[in-house]
Antibody, heavy 117, light 108 residues
Framework: EVQLVESGGGLVQPGGSLRLSCAAS????????MSWVRQAPGKGLEWVAN????????YYVDSVKGRFTISRDNAKNSLYLQMNSLRAEDTAVYYC??????????WGQGTLVTVSS | QSALTQPPSASGSPGQSVTISCTGT?????????VSWYQQHPGKAPKLMIY???KRPSGVPDRFSGSKSGNTASLTVSGLQAEDEADYYC????????FGGGTKLTVL
C-alpha cells in the first residue's frame, strides 16, 4: 500500500523558514517523480514543485522560485521542501504527492503551514 | 499558466447524473490527453478518480467517467450517491501541473 506521511508543518513568522519532510513507503520511491502541492484554507489546489527520480531536475511555481527548494533522499525514501522567506500567502496545507500515469496518483494527508505574526 | 475554469457548484438528487466541466486552453486541456479529476472530502486528501481524460484507477466505481471536447473536459457522475458529495478538481499537465478552482458537488 502506497503511503506518504508529511511532517514539519507549524506556525512560523513572516520571513521565517520551515522544512517539510515526507516519508514514503509501499512503492519504489526512486522510480517516481515526486511533487509538493498546497491548498490554502478554503481554497483550491496549487502545484508547488516537483523533482525527478534522481534529483537532477527540479521545477517550481513562479511564486516560490528562489524561496523554496525541493530535494529528496532515495536512500531514506524521503522527500523534502525547504521553505525560506515565508509569507502570509504561503499559509496552506502542504501535500506530498507521487506522480504517476501522467498525473498525481497518490497524496499524503498533508501538513499545515501557518505564516503569521 | 492560469488555473482551469470549473463551475463553483453542481448538484443532483440520488440516482441522477451530474456533469462537471473544466475549461482550459489549447496549451493545456486541448493540447494534451493528460486531464485528471480528483475527489476531495472535507478535511481529507484528494483522491484520483480519472486520469488521461477517461481512464479510471483501480477501485474507482464505473459511475465516474471522463471525456474531453476541444478545450473542455468533463466529469460525469452517474447514479449519484450520498458519498459522492465532495469537492472535485480537474487538472491538466502542460508545462507544469495546473488545477481547476474546484466544484462543490451537493447530493440533494
Amino acid at each position: 500500500e502506497v503511503q506518504l506521511v508529511e511532517s514539519g508543518g507549524g506556525l512560523v513568522q513572516p520571513g521565517g523558514s520551515l522544512r517539510l519532510s515526507c516519508a514514503a513507503s509501499g512503492f519504489t520511491f526512486s522510480s517516481y517523480w515526486m511533487s509538493w502541492v498546497r491548498q490554502a484554507p478554503g481554497k483550491g489546489l496549487e502545484w508547488v514543485a516537483n523533482i525527478k527520480q534522481d534529483g537532477s531536475e527540479k521545477y517550481y511555481v513562479d511564486s516560490v522560485k528562489g524561496r523554496f527548494t525541493i530535494s529528496r533522499d532515495n536512500a531514506k525514501n524521503s522527500l523534502y521542501l525547504q521553505m525560506n522567506s515565508l509569507r502570509a500567502e504561503d499559509t496552506a496545507v502542504y501535500y506530498c504527492a507521487r506522480e504517476g500515469m501522467a498525473t498525481i496518483d497518490y497524496w499524503g494527508q498533508g501538513t499545515l503551514v501557518t505564516v503569521s505574526s | 499558466q492560469s488555473a482551469l475554469t470549473q463551475p463553483p457548484s453542481a448538484s443532483g438528487s440520488p440516482g441522477q447524473s451530474v456533469t462537471i466541466s473544466c475549461t482550459g486552453t489549447s496549451s493545456d486541456v486541448g493540447g494534451y490527453n493528460y486531464v485528471s479529476w480528483y475527489q476531495q472530502h472535507p478535511g481529507k486528501a484528494p483522491k484520483l478518480m480519472i486520469y488521461e481524460v477517461s481512464k479510471r484507477p483501480s477501485g474507482v466505481p464505473d459511475r465516474f467517467s471522463g471525456s474531453k471536447s476541444g478545450n473542455t473536459a468533463s466529469l460525469t457522475v452517474s447514479g449519484l450517491q450520498a458519498e459522492d458529495e465532495a469537492d472535485y478538481y480537474c487538472s491538466s499537465y502542460a508545462a507544469s501541473l495546473i488545477f481547476g478552482g474546484g466544484t462543490k458537488l451537493t447530493v440533494l
